[in-house]
């Protein structure tokens, strides 16, 4: 079994930053893939961010490229989310999530993940 527990949400005003983070129960994380994915209100769980843990290789959606980076920090055991010129659309519960093994070209399908922290809410008032 693998905890997540996100930290780092908040209010802040449009083209403002703030820094997501996921600390995680296991102990190595090699493999692993770890996700970053966002709900806002009556609308679907949707992909932001991916890392995978085993050669560092990031995806993103198109709505957060270029203003969000996802990184990892192998000592802490921690992901990391950097939210950069956000949006009143980016408003949302983020949630940091662990895929044991998933596929090349999977990694935005929520399904494929196997753990999910408890979510951060992330304000963006215009």
């Known amino acids: 079994q693998v905890q997540l527990v996100e930290s780092g949400g908040g209010l802040v005003q449009t083209g403002g930053s703030l820094r997501l983070s996921c600390a995680t129960s296991?102990?190595?994380?090699?493999?692993?893939?770890m996700g970053w994915f966002r709900q806002a209100p009556g609308k679907e769980r949707e992909f932001v961010a991916a890392i995978r843990m085993s050669g560092g290789r990031t995806y993103y959606s198109d709505s957060v490229k270029g203003r969000f980076t996802i990184s990892r920090d192998d000592a802490k055991n921690t992901v990391y989310q950097q939210m950069n010129s956000l949006k009143p659309e980016d408003t949302a519960v983020y949630y940091c999530?662990?895929?044991?093994?998933?596929?090349?070209?999977?990694?935005?399908?929520?399904?494929?993940?196997?753990?999910w922290g408890q979510g951060t809410q992330v304000t963006v008032s215009s």
């Open positions: 296991r102990r190595t994380l090699s493999g692993v893939v």
């Open positions: 999530a662990a895929a044991r093994w998933l596929e090349f070209g999977l990694e935005y399908d929520s399904q494929r993940y196997d753990y």
